[in-house]
């Protein structure tokens, strides 16, 4: 199925960028990459201030692209290292796929994810054209703050648990690993929450999986961030918030323990 990659650069991305593309043109092959920068980011007229104002021009930006060119788009953040070729994802029979986000039933925000028993992260989605009128909507949502926010996260999982829906889980197996996919069927379209494991949030070892959602803040900045594209894994500091005192958190580390456990298996 045809596609193109669509990503978000501003503020200290542009430093990232080259990197990323090399990847991403690497693992993915013969797709077309929309950098949505400044020359794009300027002609909105919202409140920069505010949260979050970048998803909305993202996701407009996603729905002109399939308008333009009836093409499938796939939007990944720039913080999202893909390790492998992502055709397999996007020929899942949904009509909307996302990642999942960090948390399970705690996760942003929680007033929604404590109803779903899980939250989405808005870092990695496929919009298929099925899904737009849908996406349409929570555009205009985000647009008129109907939730008080900018946040697709926050606006997608608010609109979810305030319409009819119906959530079951399907099963997949891509490149030769079996996954456990959420599916909300919402406004006669398939949601597809993919598996944790697919897209990595705060990754502690490799698992195969597609892509490495990172936290640069949780790695000490963008010159620590880049190693990731270039290092093994499990070389480089762990990516969760653990023990990270300028970031407010005092808990020992439980993913040491997972990552050595881990080398010993392999050994
Ligand atoms: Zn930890």
Same mark, same amino acid.
Not at 47 to 67: G, H, K, P, S, V
């Given at each position: 199925?045809? &596609?193109?990659?669509?990503?978000?650069?501003?503020?200290?991305?542009?430093?990232?960028?080259?990197?990323?593309?090399?990847?991403?043109?690497?693992?993915?092959?013969?797709?077309?990459?929309?950098?949505?920068?400044?020359?794009?980011?300027?002609? &909105?007229?919202?409140?920069?201030?505010?949260?979050?104002?970048?998803?909305?021009?993202?996701?407009?930006?996603?729905?002109?692209?399939?308008?333009?060119?009836?093409?499938?788009?796939?939007?990944?953040?720039?913080?999202?290292?893909?390790?492998?070729?992502?055709?397999?994802?996007?020929?899942?029979?949904?009509?909307?796929?996302?990642?999942?986000?960090?948390?399970?039933?705690?996760?942003?925000?929680?007033?929604?994810?404590?109803?779903?028993?899980?939250?989405?992260?808005?870092? $990695?989605?496929?919009?298929?054209?099925?899904?737009?009128?849908?996406?349409?909507?929570?555009?205009?949502?985000?647009?008129?703050?109907?939730?008080?926010?900018?946040?697709?996260?926050?606006?997608?999982?608010?609109?979810?648990?305030?319409?009819?829906?119906?959530?079951?889980?399907?099963?997949?197996?891509?490149?030769?690993?079996?996954?456990?996919?959420?599916?909300?069927?919402?406004?006669?379209?398939?949601?597809?929450?993919?598996? $944790?494991?697919?897209?990595?949030?705060?990754?502690?070892?490799?698992?195969?999986?597609?892509?490495?959602?990172?936290?640069?803040?949780?790695?000490?900045?963008?010159?620590? $961030?880049?190693?990731?594209?270039?290092?093994?894994?499990?070389?480089?500091?762990?990516?969760?918030?653990?023990?990270?005192?300028?970031?407010?958190?005092?808990?020992?580390?439980?993913?040491?323990?997972?990552?050595?456990?881990?080398?010993?298996?392999?050994?």
């Amino acid at each position: 199925m045809n &596609y193109c990659i669509s990503t978000l650069c501003f503020d200290h991305f542009v430093y990232i960028k080259n990197h990323w593309i090399n990847r991403v043109s690497k693992k993915c092959k013969n797709v077309k990459i929309y950098i949505i920068d400044n020359k794009y980011i300027n002609n &909105y007229n919202i409140d920069f201030n505010e949260y979050a104002w970048y998803d909305y021009i993202r996701l407009d930006t996603n729905i002109n692209i399939i308008n333009l060119n009836n093409i499938n788009v796939v939007y990944i953040d720039m913080d999202i290292i893909i390790e492998k070729d992502i055709k397999d994802i996007i020929n899942l029979p949904y009509d909307f796929i996302i990642s999942k986000e960090i948390g399970e039933n705690k996760s942003f925000p929680q007033e929604c994810s404590s109803i779903l028993g899980f939250g989405i992260c808005s870092g $990695f989605y496929v919009i298929k054209k099925e899904s737009i009128d849908f996406l349409k909507k929570i555009l205009n949502n985000m647009k008129n703050k109907t939730y008080n926010s900018y946040s697709d996260q926050v606006n997608i999982m608010n609109y979810i648990i305030n319409n009819k829906y119906n959530i079951s889980k399907e099963t997949c197996i891509l490149d030769g690993i079996k996954y456990t996919n959420n599916i909300i069927e919402i406004d006669n379209i398939k949601i597809c929450v993919l598996d $944790f494991d697919i897209i990595t949030r705060d990754p502690i070892i490799n698992k195969n999986q597609y892509g490495n959602h990172i936290n640069i803040k949780n790695v000490g900045g963008i010159n620590s $961030f880049i190693r990731y594209f270039y290092e093994p894994l499990e070389s480089l500091p762990l990516t969760c918030r653990c023990n990270k005192h300028h970031l407010g958190d005092y808990n020992e580390c439980i993913h040491i323990n997972m990552r050595n456990k881990n080398n010993l298996i392999n050994k």
